[in-house]
């Protein structure tokens, strides 16, 4: 083994890596965001994972951001919009040359704790791996993908992607990680905002060919100048085929709306705004969107941003 993992949200990502990891007999701590979470999760004894109708509880070590050993390697499984701030609360922790795993879809989040941190080694993920939760640490796997991990310094892969291996992680390591969460980011702006304003599964998006294809020809643009060309090709062939490939699911936003969760709005959509306006391009259509969406958010009661 490597050293001790410490896994900073025990949410939907958070437990399903946590789980698999410890069960594999990889050391680890949850790290919960107060004394009444951790209180809760000691009464429920630890982890549950739900994985093909089958449930297991893990009784996973768990303690609070300001307890004092030394974090060696953090990975991060907040939302994109609270994960800066989680690994503050843990920062005075952090050892020289500490390892920081970021699990977070979209992008900002990423790069802001990167820059924040520059003594600590920074990993990016981005996941197509599915999970939720039913209730306070009971989670469920529900859907397998893959993790591509990436770094922007070292394209070397660390020793303990072994450990992935032993605890049945599904992973590549991805020399071109910013491709693939360009990519993904594309993707989801096609497709999540879209089937909120439509109140939609994904599969009914077919009947919006003319607005699909717009918004891909400007994200495409938008991905080619952030000097992201391979993550632009062929964009608007995947969104389709996703769109079929996921016909009866809602979105991840749409859920979120649903469920009057906060959404990642601003490391998605927002993001692409932002670079396209960083470039000098012009994307009515997905500035269009982004006001439209942000506009329900708001009648939801949601943050916008
Ligand atoms: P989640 O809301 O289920 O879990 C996040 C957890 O972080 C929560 O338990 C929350 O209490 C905790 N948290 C927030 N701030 C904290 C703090 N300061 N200290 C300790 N804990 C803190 O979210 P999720 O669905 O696991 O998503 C995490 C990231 O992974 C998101 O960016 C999401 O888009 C991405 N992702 C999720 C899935 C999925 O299937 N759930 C798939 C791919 C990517
Ligand atoms: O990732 C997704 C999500 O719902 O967030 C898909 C299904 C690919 C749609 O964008």
């Not at 499984?77 to 843990?90: F, I, P, S």
């Not at 939609?200 to 009947?207: I, Q, S």
């Not at 607005?211 to 994200?219: A, F, I, P, S, Y």
Request: hydrophobic residues 40%; glycine residues 8%; charged residues 20%.
């Amino acid at each position: 083994m490597t050293g001790v993992w410490h896994v900073l949200g025990a949410g939907s990502l958070g437990g399903l890596w946590a789980t698999r990891l410890f069960r594999a007999g990889v050391p680890l701590h949850l790290i919960l965001r107060n004394p009444q979470r951790l209180a809760e999760y000691h009464a429920a004894g630890g982890l549950e994972l739900v994985e093909n109708g089958t449930s297991r509880f893990y009784p996973i070590p768990a303690e609070l951001p300001e307890a004092t050993t030394p974090i060696k390697r953090l990975l991060v499984a907040c939302k994109a919009y609270d994960a800066e701030a989680a690994v503050v609360e843990v920062a005075p922790r952090l050892a020289k040359h500490s390892e920081i795993l970021l699990l977070q879809n979209g992008l900002g989040s990423q790069q802001a704790i990167a820059k924040r941190w520059p003594e600590s080694h920074c990993i990016f993920i981005s996941s197509t791996e599915g999970a939720y939760r039913q209730a306070g640490f009971r989670i469920v796997h529900a859907g397998r993908g893959q993790n591509w991990l990436g770094d922007l310094v070292n394209t070397q892969p660390p020793p303990w992607l072994a450990e992935l291996n032993l605890a049945d992680i599904p992973y590549s390591w991805a020399e071109d990680i910013m491709g693939k969460l360009w990519r993904k980011l594309a993707i989801n702006c096609a497709i999540n905002p879209l089937s909120v304003l439509n109140d939609c599964r994904n599969g009914e998006l077919l009947n919006h060919s003319e607005k699909l294809h717009e918004l891909c020809w400007e994200l495409s643009e938008v991905l080619r100048a952030c000097a992201q060309t391979e993550a632009a090709d062929g964009l608007e062939a995947e969104v389709l085929r996703i769109i079929q490939a996921t016909a009866q699911n809602f979105s991840s936003m749409h859920q979120d709306v649903q469920s009057r969760r906060r959404t990642e709005v601003s490391f998605l959509l927002g993001q692409a705004c932002r670079a396209a306006h960083q470039h000098g391009l012009a994307t009515p259509e997905l500035c269009e969107l982004l006001d439209r969406l942000q506009v329900l958010l708001r009648r939801h009661g949601l943050p916008d941003d």
